[in-house]
C-alpha cells in the first residue's frame, strides 16, 4: 500500500453541541477507505495539531484503520443514528515495537457516523461527553 501524504487534502468543520452551545472546530478530514486506514500513521506528534475526523460513507459497514503511532490520542466516537458521543478512549502508543501488523495495532469501526482522532486534552476543553454531546459535520 502506498503511504499517503498528510496531512489530508481534505478539511471539515466539526460542530459540538453541549447544553445547546455551539462549538465549531476545524479538522482534517480522511473520508475515503485509504484516508481512514492510514489515520496517524508515518505521522509524529508535531504533525498533529488538529483534530483527524475518520468520516465512514457506510456507517454500518465495518471500516478499519491501523494506529501505530508514538504519542497518545484521544478518540472520540460518534453514532451514526443521533450523533451523539458513544465512548471517548485514549490510545496509547504500542508496547510492541519489533512487529507493527500485531493484531493490538488495529481498530475496526461499526455504527459510527465518524470518529474523531485529536491531541489529548480536547475531550476535557470542549466538555465532551458521552451521551451528553451531539457531533456533526
Same mark, same amino acid.
Given at each position: 500500500?502506498?503511504?499517503?501524504n498528510?496531512?489530508?487534502?481534505?478539511s471539515?468543520?466539526?460542530?459540538? /453541541?453541549n447544553?445547546?452551545i455551539l462549538?465549531?472546530?476545524e479538522c482534517?478530514?480522511?473520508?475515503s477507505?485509504?484516508?481512514?486506514f492510514?489515520?496517524l500513521? /508515518?505521522?509524529?506528534?508535531?504533525?498533529f495539531?488538529?483534530?483527524?475526523?475518520l468520516?465512514?460513507s457506510?456507517?454500518?459497514?465495518?471500516s478499519?484503520s491501523?494506529?501505530?503511532?508514538?504519542?497518545?490520542?484521544?478518540?472520540?466516537?460518534v453514532?451514526?443514528?443521533?450523533?451523539?458521543?458513544?465512548?471517548?478512549?485514549?490510545?496509547?502508543?504500542?508496547?510492541?515495537?519489533s512487529?507493527?501488523?500485531?493484531?493490538?495495532?488495529?481498530?475496526?469501526y461499526s455504527?459510527?457516523?465518524?470518529?474523531?482522532?485529536?491531541?489529548?486534552?480536547l475531550t476535557?476543553?470542549?466538555?465532551i461527553?458521552?451521551?451528553?454531546?451531539?457531533?456533526?459535520?
Amino acid at each position: 500500500m502506498k503511504i499517503l501524504n498528510f496531512p489530508f487534502s481534505r478539511s471539515a468543520q466539526i460542530s459540538i /453541541y453541549n447544553d445547546n452551545i455551539l462549538d465549531l472546530i476545524e479538522c482534517e478530514l480522511a473520508s475515503s477507505d485509504v484516508e481512514i486506514f492510514q489515520s496517524l500513521n /508515518y505521522r509524529k506528534e508535531k504533525h498533529f495539531k488538529k483534530p483527524l475526523a475518520l468520516k465512514f460513507s457506510n456507517p454500518l459497514a465495518k471500516s478499519f484503520s491501523k494506529h501505530f503511532f508514538e504519542f497518545p490520542v484521544e478518540q472520540i466516537s460518534v453514532d451514526y443514528k443521533n450523533h451523539t458521543v458513544k465512548s471517548i478512549t485514549t490510545i496509547y502508543p504500542s508496547t510492541i515495537k519489533s512487529n507493527i501488523n500485531t493484531i493490538e495495532n488495529f481498530a475496526t469501526y461499526s455504527d459510527c457516523s465518524l470518529v474523531i482522532l485529536a491531541p489529548r486534552g480536547l475531550t476535557k476543553s470542549k466538555n465532551i461527553q458521552i451521551a451528553k454531546t451531539k457531533i456533526s459535520i
